[in-house]
């Protein structure tokens, strides 16, 4: 079986070739991203396995369809990028719905602690044998109120370690769970009353600009915000006004709206097209990070796994694999997949 496998990076290698080479699959590892340019270089094979960063548009699907190619093997939980809907019918879908949620939690709040405590400014002055601590001054967490939005896997955990550090926990979440320990609020509420505001809720056209100007307006003076889940939940241009306003005091990003072509690129040495992040990445209170969150070794051991175990779960027996999706998961009376069949 023989899968192409999409913007491989050093790092996916090794788990993918010990995963596969135990499964009987062939990867064939391309450096280059799925779009429809490069569609082609999976002629030959069953399936493509790809990142959410790749283009699975409509007429690539098309193409995949023409070249035999049965499986779309999501590396990623996210799929905003796969036209699913054209999909159905033709190729199947299926995703790693949650490889280490712990690492994304966990670098969320190393984001909020390098940036509270201004380590990554320190970091640089030592290496540099400056020891002085002006404009270094932090705050402590403890006491303070940190607002939730969205409570899944990451956002629970994330939620856990910030009770640890003896902050005031609130959310928003649009499907809160029945009983839990966490006060459930409304999204204005997290807005008005937050000191930290970290995002963990998918990306939808209910969520797009969740973070806009008028969001913005009602944060407290001097507000943490933090987004390890998608770029596009922040409008760039309004955190951008927020902080030349000092009404944001401190932004940590690990994604942002327009990185696709951005992130997990070496691009030093090159002139910076992006003027908003560029900007932002200029401002002394903005952390960026290139969609790195998930990146730990158990991570990437969960990925591998999952996906190899996907492949082997589509191609064997009744093709029936608990990971795929469609554009009908989550529909209560057409989800197939609810009735453990195939979707399609
Ligand atoms: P999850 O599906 O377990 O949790 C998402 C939560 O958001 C659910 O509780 C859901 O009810 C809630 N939600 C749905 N719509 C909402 C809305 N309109 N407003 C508020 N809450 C809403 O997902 P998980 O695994 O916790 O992942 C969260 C996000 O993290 C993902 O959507 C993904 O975009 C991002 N992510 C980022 C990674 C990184 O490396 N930076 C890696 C993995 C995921």
Do not use: W
Not at 94 to 104: D, E, Q, T
Not at 189 to 217: G, Q, W, Y
Not at 225 to 234: E, H, V
Not at 255 to 266: G, K, R
Request: contains cysteine; glycine residues 6%; charged residues 25%.
């Amino acid at each position: 079986m023989k899968t192409a496998f999409f913007d491989t990076k050093p790092y996916d290698k090794p788990a993918f070739e010990l995963y596969g080479k135990e499964k009987g699959i062939e990867f064939k590892f391309f450096e280059t991203k799925l779009n429809a340019d490069t569609a082609q270089l999976a002629d030959g094979c069953d399936a493509v396995c790809v990142l959410v960063n790749a283009t699975v548009a409509a007429e690539v699907v098309d193409t995949l369809y023409g070249y035999g190619i049965k499986l779309i093997a999501l590396r990623s939980a996210g799929y905003n990028n796969v036209d699913v809907k054209h999909a159905y019918g033709k190729i199947h879908v299926v995703h790693v719905p949650a490889y280490s949620p712990n690492s994304v939690a966990e670098h969320a709040m190393a984001l909020l602690l390098t940036s509270v405590r201004r380590i990554h400014k320190a970091y640089n002055r030592t290496k540099d044998f400056n020891f002085s601590l002006n404009g270094l001054t932090g705050f402590n967490l403890h006491g303070k109120t940190v607002g939730i939005i969205g409570t899944g896997k990451i956002g629970k955990i994330f939620a856990d370690i910030c009770g640890g550090f003896g902050m005031n926990v609130i959310a928003y979440d649009k499907f809160p769970p029945q009983e839990s320990k966490i006060k459930y609020t409304s999204p204005d509420e997290i807005f008005e009353k937050s000191d930290i505001i970290s995002l963990h809720c998918p990306l939808n056209s209910e969520t797009r600009h969740m973070i806009d100007k008028a969001a913005v307006e009602k944060m407290k003076k001097g507000v943490v915000i933090i987004n390890t889940s998608r770029g596009a939940l922040i409008d760039a241009e309004a955190l951008l006004e927020g902080i030349k306003q000092r009404k944001v005091g401190a932004a940590c990003l690990d994604v942002y709206e327009e990185e696709s072509d951005i992130f997990f690129e070496d691009l030093s040495g090159h002139i910076m097209n992006d003027d908003l992040l560029a900007r932002l990445i200029s401002m002394p209170n903005v952390i960026v990070t290139s969609h790195q969150a998930f990146l730990t070794e158990e991570a990437l051991d969960n990925i591998a796994a999952t996906t190899v175990n996907n492949i082997i779960s589509c191609f064997e027996n009744d093709g029936i694999c608990e990971n795929e999706l469609c554009y009908r998961c989550g529909n209560i009376e057409e989800c197939k997949k609810d009735r453990k069949e195939r979707c399609f």
